[in-house]
C-alpha cells in the first residue's frame, strides 16, 4: 500500500462550513450560500460537494440553475425531483442523478418521507462549455458494480459512459466505491490529473491517514493509490483534469 504519498492535503470534516436551517442540515466543502472561505472556493473544475440532511417532507422550492453540472447521489432516504423539462422523478440510494443546467433549468427537490429524513451528496461541476441544451437524466448503479471497487457514476470519458456512468460536460469523472472492511480498493492517478477523495460514510485509512465520514483528502502525485476500508466505508472520488 502506497503510504508515502507526496502532494496529498487533507481536509477534515469539522472544517467545512454549515448551514443549519431547522429542516436543513448542510455541511458544506467548499464556499456556498453564507458560507465563503477565500481558500476554499472550488476545486479545478470541482465547485461543490454539499453533504445534506433534509428533515421528513421538507425541500428546497423552485429554484433556478445555469451553466453547472449538477450531481446527486442518495445516501439514505428519497429524493423527490421536479424540473422544468417536465420531469417528476424519485431518487433512492444507489441511483445517481446528472442535470446539465446550461442555458438554464429550474427545479425543485423535496425528501420523498414524511416520516424519514433525507441524507444526499449535491456535487456542482463547472461545464467546458457554457448554454448548452439543458437535460437530466438519472440511472442505478447496481451495489455489486461498486463493491470494493471504484465505478464510474458521471464522467465526460465516452468509455466510461459506454459502460453505464451518466453523461457530463467536463473532463472529469465521478466514481463510488462501497468498500468492506480490511479490503483495499485502488485508483491510477494520470500525469497532469488530480484526485478529489470524499468519505461518504464509514472509515478508511489513505496513505496512513484515517479519514472518517466527511473528511476529504486531495491528491496531485501520478501513479496508483489504495484505500482501505476500517468501518464498512462509502467513497466518492473525483478525477479531475
Known amino acids: 500500500m502506497n503510504t508515502t504519498i507526496p502532494n496529498i492535503e487533507i481536509r477534515r470534516a469539522v472544517d467545512r462550513g454549515r448551514t443549519q436551517i431547522g429542516w436543513l442540515d448542510s455541511a458544506h466543502a ?4 453564507q458560507y465563503h472561505d477565500p481558500q476554499r472556493l472550488g476545486y479545478r473544475s470541482l465547485r461543490v460537494i454539499n453533504d445534506d440532511r433534509v428533515a421528513p417532507g421538507a425541500g428546497f422550492g ?4 445555469d451553466n453547472m453540472e449538477i450531481i446527486t447521489w442518495v445516501l439514505q432516504g428519497t429524493l423527490r425531483h421536479g424540473d422544468s423539462l417536465a420531469n417528476a422523478r424519485a431518487l433512492g440510494p444507489g441511483e445517481v442523478q446528472v442535470m446539465s443546467a446550461g442555458s438554464g433549468i429550474r427545479h425543485s427537490e423535496f425528501n420523498g418521507s ?5 441524507h444526499f451528496l449535491q456535487v456542482w461541476i ?10 437530466y437524466d438519472q440511472r442505478t448503479i447496481g ?3 461498486r463493491h470494493n471497487r471504484f465505478t464510474p457514476i458521471a464522467s465526460g470519458i465516452q ?4 459502460e453505464g456512468a451518466l453523461p457530463i460536460h467536463q473532463d472529469a469523472v465521478v466514481l463510488v466505491a462501497d468498500i468492506d472492511v480490511g479490503a483495499t480498493v485502488s485508483h491510477e492517478i494520470a500525469v497532469g490529473r488530480a484526485a478529489y477523495v470524499h468519505v461518504a460514510a464509514g472509515k478508511i485509512v489513505l496513505a496512513e491517514h484515517t479519514l472518517s465520514a466527511g473528511d476529504a483528502a486531495i491528491i496531485e ?21
Open 30 to 33: 467548499f464556499s456556498f450560500g
Open 62 to 65: 423552485e429554484h433556478g440553475h
Open 114 to 118: 414524511d416520516t424519514e429524513a433525507s
Open 126 to 135: 463547472t461545464p467546458k462549455s457554457r448554454d448548452i441544451e439543458p437535460r
Open 143 to 145: 451495489a455489486h458494480a
Open 159 to 162: 468509455a466510461h459512459q459506454a
Open 221 to 241: 502525485q501520478p501513479g496508483t493509490f489504495e484505500v482501505k476500508g476500517v468501518d464498512q466505508a462509502q467513497v466518492m472520488l473525483f478525477d479531475l483534469a
